[in-house]
């Protein structure tokens, strides 16, 4: 299994600012997903992070938005940029153990005013 | 595309036994997940089968797969308060790939 943290656990932040959120995994891992929960709803991924090459990002995300950084094998970071009420979600990163055991952080609860 | 379909809301004594079934619609899929996500709370990774099995155990959950068809079920036996959350069923491939997730079935456990 993984043990996997995030910051913040959650934040309520204004209309038009930004949030960087972390993720760290007690092991290395070869590729990180960003996820999406709004209020209601299932999971959405936003983006694919490997380690040193840019994230790959699915339809409807873009990097100006949604930057993801991926520093090393035991980290990373989503930033939600110029934020709307419609960004309000949880935002959750995983990884992959032994190659098909997908773990997930507890979530990151984002509320836009 | 793919595609993954639960129904929404299940409600069962305690005690009993619950059934939450999922349809998915990529035949490529080589693992099949379930996952709990209490209130408040981030998904826990309840049991997966790979797809060339139709039946896994684990304790007090039973997974069944019949991939002719498709469909996904897990069973709880002896169904406890502590049950009740949401149950996302989720499929993908082998490796690296990230999960495609169904709406999540509401799993009401009535004392």
Redesign the interface.
């Given at each position: 299994?993984a043990v996997i943290s995030q910051k913040p656990s959650r934040d309520i932040c204004q209309r038009g600012t930004s949030l960087t959120i972390q993720c760290q995994v007690d092991s290395q891992v070869?590729?990180m997903?960003w996820?999406r929960q709004q209020p209601g709803?299932?999971?959405t991924?936003i983006a694919?992070a490997n380690q040193g090459s840019e994230a790959t990002y699915e339809s409807g995300f873009v990097i100006d938005k949604f930057p993801i950084s991926r520093p090393n094998l035991t980290f990373s970071t989503l930033t939600v940029s110029n934020m709307s009420p419609e960004d309000s979600s949880i935002y959750?990163c995983?990884v992959?153990v032994g190659?098909?055991?997908?773990?997930?952080?507890?979530?990151t609860r984002l509320t836009v005013t | 595309g793919e595609d993954v379909e639960q129904s929404l809301f299940l409600s069962v004594r305690e005690g009993d036994s619950s059934v939450i079934n999922c349809t998915y619609t990529d035949s490529s899929s080589t693992y099949l997940y379930w996952y709990k996500q209490e209130p408040g709370a981030g998904l826990q990774l309840l049991t997966y089968i790979f797809s060339n099995m139709d039946m896994k155990q684990d304790q007090r959950l039973t997974v069944l797969l019949n991939k002719k068809d498709k469909h996904l079920s897990l069973r709880i036996a002896d169904t406890q308060t502590g049950d009740s959350a949401i149950y996302f069923c989720a499929e993908g491939g082998s490796g690296n790939t990230p999960l495609v997730f169904g709406k999540g079935t509401r799993l009401s456990v009535i004392a």
């Open positions: 299994s070869t590729m997903f996820y709803q299932s999971l991924l694919t959750l995983s992959v190659g098909h055991e997908q773990y997930f952080g507890p979530g | -």
